[in-house]
């Protein structure tokens, strides 16, 4: 789980095409028609803060939770320039701790492949349903078996910019749903040169099966699916990369 230290100072600019606006209006739209239109939200794995910051900006009270303090650094630095009110915290999703509840959880960009251990990912489930009100929503996404088996599994990915590159070693085990991934990277200082430094991401792939079975047993009610790479709903369709879910906490009374 210590990944990004490195990465954290190129991030935003090697994701830049990671579609946050599309997935976040959706996110926004699954709110509100549920009723959330403002309140307290948090964000697990939030990294440089890019969807607190668009979920701040669509009027929500934003928490981010992140176990990087370079990603954080980066996400207060937004923080200052946007002026928006937003709480950041270094924690383990593992066992991470608020002040109270939230209205609604969200992780995305799959972090939630982060957790290898399905009983780290069951502890996270039901830490979101121990901080959710009543009713409260969560909402996340995953990375599916099809996606690092089939398509970056084994895999060498690489990309240049003006100021930096990196090369993406995938390397996948199908036995155990795994995938270790070495990133190197060469970013440019202000000097010009070039510095090299390397990280090594593991990820675990999981079947919506798996995360549904997960979920019950923390107490959350699945409520729906939908292709993270596409507008469609979705069921248990096997030939997904990216999967979003939303669940409900379902054993609390409000007061």
């Not at 490195?6 to 990671?18: H, K």
């Not at 959706?26 to 239109?37: F, M, Q, S, V, Y």
């Not at 990369?241 to 409000?254: D, G, P, Y």
Request: charged share 30%.
């Amino acid at each position: 789980m210590d990944s990004y230290d490195e990465f954290a100072g190129v991030y935003d600019l090697l994701m830049d095409n990671v579609p946050y606006t599309e997935w976040t209006q959706r996110i926004i739209t699954e709110l509100k028609n549920a009723g959330i239109d403002d309140g307290l939200v948090l964000e697990l794995g939030c990294g440089t803060g890019t969807v607190c910051e668009l979920l701040a900006e669509a009027g929500y009270d934003m928490t981010g939770v992140d176990n990087s303090p370079r990603m954080l650094d980066a996400a207060n630095e937004k923080k200052r320039m946007s002026g928006h009110d937003i709480l950041y915290l270094l924690q383990d999703m593992r066992e991470f701790e608020l002040y109270g509840t939230m209205r609604a959880i969200i992780c995305i960009c799959d972090s939630i492949n982060y957790l290898t251990d399905k009983s780290d990912l069951l502890k996270c489930f039901k830490l979101v349903n121990n901080y959710l009100d009543p009713g409260g929503l969560f909402i996340f996404d995953f990375n599916t078996v099809h996606k690092y088996r089939d398509i970056i599994g084994d895999a060498v990915i690489a990309e240049n910019r003006d100021n930096c590159s990196f090369i993406w070693e995938n390397e996948y085990d199908g036995e155990a749903q795994m995938n270790d991934c070495l990133l190197t990277i060469y970013s440019q200082r202000e000097d010009g040169a070039y510095m090299r430094s390397e990280e090594e991401h593991v990820q675990r792939g999981y079947e919506l099966s798996e995360i549904k079975e997960l979920l019950k047993e923390a107490g959350l009610e699945f409520i729906k699916a939908w292709d993270g790479e596409g507008d469609g709903d979705t069921g248990e369709a096997g030939l997904l990369s990216r999967i979003f879910v939303m669940a409900a906490e379902c054993t609390k009374k409000a007061v």
